[in-house]
């Protein structure tokens, strides 16, 4: 089961390409991918946008040794991207992965049994108005023991700091579970020490089906920390929204809570290592 297990970062400010590496890189990628990278004007947009396309490839080719050629991913409605596959032919039929960009870094990660959902923040400081009225602009999305244990933080940077971790849980769950926008994160109360032992309640019932960590990445020239949380749920946590990413729901024996499993750590890789090996520099 390790081999379905990823996590892979790339930092885009050391990768430099030429336009024509990048159109060389493009050609790569499936014609259906190349217009959501096209798609944006800034070339800095479209550099994180090729390299979460690549990092999805790269690391179905590294999983199930299939050529880029050949791989198909699509998504659901909600945007969850998934492989497309005969799941009876496949080793890990539960086989999933999420992608998140912020600032410098792209990052991907992968579980070939649960659910998993990623996202990532950077703890910056708002320029035109207070900590606590930024915050208050996603009040709706809190419980009342986040809002109290956020206010209650400490100094403003503290302060701010405690919500985006809220805030980067929340997204990873429902990044996990596929359901987007159409979840109301305040049904969501997560819990924690010191930010380890992550536990969640779901509409005020403590739910055992998920596990999440939350892990600091190099700083790049951001000011402030950037923060990366993956969530992981047993796949039968939301069978509604998955069924197209997830062939499976009921484990057994040992596999029954597949969630529990340790959460490894990212490897920091370059453009390059994500390339099919024909296609390297030598």
């Given amino acids: 089961m390790e081999r379905g297990i990823k996590r892979w970062v790339v930092n885009i400010s050391q990768w430099n390409p030429t336009q024509y590496e ?50 198909r991913i699509k998504r ?46 950077s703890l910056v400081i708002p320029k035109r108005e207070t900590a606590l009225k930024f915050i208050k602009n996603f009040s709706s999305y809190l419980t009342t023991f986040e809002w109290d244990n956020i206010v209650n933080a400490g100094t403003c940077s503290e302060i701010l700091e405690e919500f985006y971790r809220y805030w980067c849980v929340k997204e990873a769950f429902v990044k996990a579970t596929g359901d987007g926008l159409g979840f109301k994160l305040d049904r969501l109360e997560f819990h924690h020490t010191n930010w380890t032992n992550i536990f969640v309640k779901i509409d005020g019932e403590i739910s055992r089906e998920w596990t999440f960590l939350i892990s600091e990445l190099p700083k790049s020239h951001w000011s402030w920390k950037l923060q990366v949380c993956v969530a992981k749920g047993h796949p039968k946590s939301d069978i509604k929204n998955n069924t197209k990413t997830l062939q499976l729901t009921e484990l057994l024996g040992e596999q029954e809570n597949p969630s529990s499993m340790p959460h490894p750590s990212f490897v920091l890789l370059s453009v390059e290592e994500l390339l099919p090996v024909s296609f390297r520099v030598s």
């Fill in 76 to 121: 659901t409605i909600e945007g969850k991207p998934y492989l497309e596959t005969d799941g009876e032919n496949m080793e890990f039929p539960n086989f999933n992965f999420n992608v998140s960009h912020h600032g410098d870094y792209v990052a991907i990660a992968s579980e070939p049994q649960s659910n998993v959902g990623i996202d990532m923040v």
């Fill in 22 to 71: 990048f159109s060389f890189i493009l050609s790569i990628l499936p014609l259906h991918e190349h217009s959501s990278i096209t798609r944006y004007v800034k070339f800095e947009d479209r550099k994180r946008a090729i390299v979460s396309r690549l990092l999805q490839y790269a690391l179905v080719h590294e999983v199930f040794k299939v050529p880029f050629d050949e791989i």
